[in-house]
C-alpha cells in the first residue's frame, strides 16, 4: 500500500490520497503509483474519466518533506515527473474533488485537471518560496495565465493561501458545496463523462490544450531543472530541516 487507492466502476477510475496521518503528502512510491495508473488509464478502453480525491478534511499536504530529503528526484524519470508529465498529458478528461488543504503539488496538479469541484474548507497554498524552492508543473506559466500576474505573485511569491472563494472567483475551482458534498458531485460529473463518446471527448480536450501543449512540456522541464538543484541548496534545507524540528526556518544565512 503506497497511499493510493485505486478504484475503477462506470469507466471512471478513481485515485485516492490515503495517507491521511501524513495530511496525505506524497511519497515517491506514490508518485509512481499515481503515474502507473495514468499511465494504464490512459490506454485501457475500460477507463473514460479519472478522478482524483483525497479526504473531506485534507487533499494533499504536498511532497513529502522527509522523503524528498532523503530521495531527491533527478531526471525525468523520477516518479514526481513521470506523474507530472502523465498528467499533463494525459489525454481523458480528469476530474478533480479538492477539501482542506491542497500545498504545493496539491494545488499545482489541479492546473492539470479538467474539472475541480472543491469543498467550502478548501485552502490552496504554493509554499515554494518558502521551502527555498521554485514551481513545479508549470505553475509559473500557468497560474499568472489563470490568476492575473499580480495575484500570482501573491500565491508563489509571498505564499498567500488562495482561500475556496477566490479560487472559484479565479476559475481555479468549478464548483464550491460542502465537503462532504465534494467527492459526491466529482463523481458524478465523471460518470456524466464517461457515458458520453470517448473520441470527442479526448479530441475535444487536445484541441484546448495543443495552443500551449509545448511550453507547458519546456516550462515543466526547466522548472524541474531549478526545483532539483535548489533542493540541494542550503535554504531548501534549512527550510526541510525546520519542518522536521517543528521550528521557524532562519533563512538569514543563506
Ligand atoms: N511531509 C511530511 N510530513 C507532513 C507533511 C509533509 N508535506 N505535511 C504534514 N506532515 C505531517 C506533520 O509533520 C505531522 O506529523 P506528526 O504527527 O509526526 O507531528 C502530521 O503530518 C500532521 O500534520 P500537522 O501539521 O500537525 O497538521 P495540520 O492539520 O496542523 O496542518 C498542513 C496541515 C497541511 C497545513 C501542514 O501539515 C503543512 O503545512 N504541511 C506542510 C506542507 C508543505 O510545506 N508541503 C510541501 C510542499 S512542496
Known sequence: MS?????????????????????????????ADLADALAEASTLDAVRVVALQGHETVFSAGNDIA?????????????????????????KPVVAAVCGPAVGI??????????????DNAVFSLPFVDLGLCPEAAASLLLPQL???????????????????????????????????????????????????????????????????????????EEGASFERMLREPAAREAFTAFMEKRMPDFSRT
Open 147 to 221: 490568476l492575473g500576474y499580480h495575484r500570482a505573485a501573491e500565491a508563489l511569491l509571498l505564499g498567500e493561501p488562495i482561500r475556496a472563494d477566490a479560487a472559484l472567483a479565479a476559475g481555479l475551482v468549478n464548483r464550491i458545496v460542502s465537503p462532504q458534498e465534494a467527492s459526491p458531485l466529482a463523481q458524478a460529473q465523471a460518470r456524466k463523462l464517461a457515458a458520453k463518446p470517448i473520441r470527442s471527448l479526448i479530441e475535444t480536450k487536445r484541441l484546448m490544450k495543443q495552443g500551449q501543449a509545448q511550453q507547458v512540456a519546456r516550462q515543466m522541464a
Open 67 to 91: 522523503d524528498f530529503l532523503n530521495t531527491p528526484p533527478s531526471g525525468a524519470d523520477s516518479p514526481v515527473y513521470r506523474f507530472l508529465f502523465g498528467i499533463a498529458s494525459f489525454p
Open 3 to 31: 497511499g493510493i487507492t485505486r478504484d475503477l466502476s462506470d469507466g471512471v477510475m478513481t485515485l485516492t490520497f490515503n495517507r491521511r496521518d501524513r495530511k496525505n503528502s506524497i511519497t515517491a512510491a506514490m508518485y
Open 106 to 119: 496539491g494545488t499545482t496538479m489541479l492546473l492539470h485537471c479538467d474539472l475541480v469541484y472543491a469543498g
